[in-house]
């Protein structure tokens, strides 16, 4: 009898430990599959999937557990996934990176696989031993898979070395030195006036050309019998115009060699600064001995 009422009792405390254990499961599945719901509405995919894994369990009632894998199904079908990558100065691959996204933790190497991550704009930081930091900023979309997100790690800049002082310099000739100018200015009119001196020497030759012309198409007695014709007046100013261009002529070829000559004697002639001349002295040396040592010290100027 008293064997009987033992095994009752046993089996009562157990049925009643078995109904709150199903009861308190219940309400966990229950409040995953609430909690799981409202992440996904806020677009926190990721902490969406893990709630709705909870309710997905077999332990929980039947018909919470079906909802919770439609819905475990389908956050996972949305969830955007990226790629992360880094390469170095040279274009090679790099795997010892870490990656944070929007300030947290998010990956601890580079090995190539799809990390599940939220929609929306986040910003990467890639960080490296030995490197610059890289960040980059991706805005991701529902459903958006395998997005390529990568960054070059280069190395620090090097820390900029101090140039040697400048050697000073006395400064040289200038080119628009008086000198330079004034050859230069004599030799252009000179040439400008030997070109114009040619040119009116042409013309005194054509002139010349157009009064034997009308020459011989006159009587030698023309313009003795007639002077003031048509003809004879035409001659005569064929002549004079000759006269005029072969005196301008010569004139500027002349006065053209001048300048020119007179460019070359300046250029010549003109005085020169004078070199700064290189001397040596040297200073009295100096016999240093010492109880290890002895030394002489030279010193001087170049």
């Not at 996904?40 to 929980?60: L, N, T």
């Not at 009632?61 to 170095?88: F, M, Y």
């Not at 960054?151 to 090097?158: F, N």
Request: glycine residues 10%; contains cysteine; neutral net charge.
């Amino acid at each position: 009898m008293r064997a009987s009422l033992l095994a009752a009792t046993l089996w009562l405390s157990f049925t009643a430990s078995s109904a709150a254990h199903a009861a308190d499961t219940k309400a966990e599945c229950i409040a995953a599959a609430d909690e799981g719901q409202s992440l996904r509405d806020d677009g926190k995919y990721r902490r969406a999937g893990e709630a709705f894994a909870r309710c997905a369990r077999d332990a929980c009632p039947k018909v919470v557990a079906q909802s919770c894998n439609r819905w475990l199904h389908d956050i996972g079908e949305a969830t955007p996934t990226v790629v992360l990558g880094a390469k170095d100065d040279g274009g090679q691959d790099l795997t010892n990176a870490t990656v944070t996204m929007d300030g947290g933790p998010l990956a601890e190497a580079l090995d190539g696989k799809p990390v599940p991550v939220d929609p929306g704009q986040h910003v990467f930081r890639f960080v490296r031993p030995g490197s610059e930091p890289a960040e980059t900023t991706v805005v991701l979309r529902a459903g958006e898979k395998n997005r390529f997100v990568g960054v070059t790690l280069a190395r620090p800049a090097a820390v900029a070395e101090t140039p040697p002082p400048a050697i000073e310099r006395e400064p040289g000739p200038s080119f628009f030195s008086a000198r330079n100018v004034s050859a230069l200015s004599m030799l252009v009119l000179g040439g400008a006036a030997v070109g114009a001196g040619a040119y009116f020497v042409s013309q005194s030759g054509s002139r010349s050309n157009a009064a034997s012309s009308l020459r011989s198409s006159m009587p030698s007695y023309a313009c003795t019998d007639a002077p003031t014709s048509t003809p004879c007046q035409q001659l005569s100013s064929a002549v004079d115009a000759q006269h005029t261009d072969a005196g301008v002529g010569t004139a500027m070829l002349v006065g053209g060699g001048v300048l020119v000559v007179g460019a070359l004697v300046v250029w010549a002639a003109w005085p020169r600064p004078a070199e700064p001349k290189v001397g040596l002295r040297l200073e009295t040396p100096v016999l240093q001995v010492g109880a290890n040592q002895t030394s002489l010290q030279l010193g001087g100027v170049f």
